[in-house]
């Protein structure tokens, strides 16, 4: 089993910046990869970013490339999000998730095997 603490969620006026982060315990060995997913209300939850614990690579989802920015610590078992220029539409409940992806598949929830709990972000205009 996997354990994620996400932290730094919160509100800020659009134009803004805000970091999460989220933290590994357990099984980490078991996952090679940790992303983040959003989640408005109404709306699906949609990918956000991820990044591979050995070797770094990173994806975003288009709606984010430029403005966010996914970074790890390994020695502490934590991925961040840097959230800059934030937009009213960037709004959500914002999940870590930890899994092992194909890099054909990072977007995709069901690939992801464990979540943590979830953190507000709100971004007024």
């Known amino acids: 089993q996997v354990q994620l603490v996400e932290s730094g969620g919160g509100m800020v006026q659009a134009g803004g910046s805000l970091r999460l982060s989220c933290t590994a315990s357990?099984?980490?060995?078991?996952?090679?990869?940790m992303g983040w997913f959003r989640q408005a209300p109404g709306k699906e939850r949609e990918f956000v970013a991820v990044?591979?614990?050995?070797?770094?690579?990173?994806y975003y989802a288009a709606s984010v490339k430029g403005r966010f920015t996914i970074s790890r610590d390994n020695a502490k078992n934590t991925v961040y999000l840097e959230m800059n220029s934030l937009k009213p539409e960037d709004t959500a409940v914002y999940y870590c998730?930890?899994?092992?992806?194909?890099?054909?598949?990072?977007?995709?929830?069901?690939?992801?095997?464990?979540w943590g709990q979830g953190t507000q972000v709100t971004v007024s205009s």
């Open positions: 998730a930890a899994g092992s992806p194909t890099a054909l598949r990072v977007g995709v929830p069901g690939r992801y095997d464990y």
């Open positions: 357990g099984r980490t060995g078991s996952t090679n990869r």
């Open positions: 990044i591979h614990w050995s070797g770094g690579s990173t």
